[in-house]
């Protein structure tokens, strides 16, 4: 049982929009910690898709999006491409765990 | 270029130890936090350990707690994972990431090593 919730799957399209939802608690995303969000191609390292809940790094494109309200943050991928289709993570810090947590991961297929 | 390169992984039975070891280069390594990050195989990611710079902070997942230690030897710009009293459990490809920050606190792990495959088993 992850300590931040994620779908296990989600579906779409191409081209469609998607979005991914994680759900924390009051010790971890409603603390104020910043979310970040990782996309696990198959048979690689995760990589950083969005920090500190909105930002992307360079490279990344503008379809990735991130946001966070209260004790939950999002990911939305609009103009659902192929080469999307990977495992996707949040994680934040958890101040009663004192320590770095994940959400269980989201499994995207693209239609 | 930002590279780590973990090493040290392999076939452990359960109750033994092993280290892993994490070589970094492209960045000014005693600046920044680095992190363990295990992924049991087809299963999701768990945070395993952090270290501040400077070794200043560190902590754990209960689930190592009391078992593994995290440390740093700047010099050589490497991070280890010392593991002992292994369990079946504990099989996982074991990642090393790069803090954004100082404090293991804070912050996204920007970069990550390509992992290395430990496997607790009798």
């Known amino acids: 049982q992850s300590v931040l919730t994620q779908p296990p799957s989600v579906s779409g399209a191409p081209g469609q929009r998607v979005t991914i939802s994680c759900t924390g608690s009051?010790?971890?995303?409603?603390?104020?910690?910043?979310v970040h969000w990782y996309q696990q191609l198959p048979g690689t390292a995760p990589k950083v898709l969005i920090y500190?809940?909105?930002n992307r790094p360079s490279g990344v494109p503008e379809r990735f999006s991130g946001s966070k309200s209260g004790t939950s943050a999002s990911l939305a991928i609009t103009g659902l491409q192929a080469e999307d289709e990977a495992d996707y993570y949040c994680?934040?810090?958890?101040?009663?765990?004192?320590?770095?947590?994940f959400g269980g991961g989201t499994k995207l297929t693209v239609l | 270029e930002v590279q780590l390169v973990e090493s040290g992984g392999g076939l452990a039975k359960p109750g033994r130890s092993l280290r892993l070891s994490c070589t970094a280069s492209?960045?000014?390594?005693?600046?920044?936090?680095m992190h363990w990050v295990r992924q049991a195989p087809g299963k999701g990611l768990e945070w395993v350990s952090g270290?501040?710079?400077?070794?200043?902070?560190?902590d754990y997942a209960d689930s190592v707690k009391g078992r593994f230690t995290i440390s740093r030897d700047d010099a050589k710009k490497s991070l280890y994972l010392q593991m002992n009293s292994l369990r079946a459990e504990d099989t996982a490809f074991y990642y090393c990431?790069?803090?954004?920050?100082?404090?293991?606190?804070?912050?996204?792990?920007?970069?990550w090593g390509q992992g290395t495959l430990v496997t607790v088993s009798s």
């Open positions: 994680q934040t810090y958890d101040s009663g765990l004192s320590g770095g947590v």
């Open positions: 492209g960045f000014t390594f005693e600046d920044y936090a």
């Open positions: 990431a790069k803090g954004s920050g100082t404090y293991y606190k804070h912050g996204v792990f920007d970069f």
């Open positions: 009051r010790s971890n995303i409603g603390a104020g910690y910043d």
């Open positions: 270290l501040s710079w400077s070794s200043s902070t560190m």
């Open positions: 500190d809940n909105t």
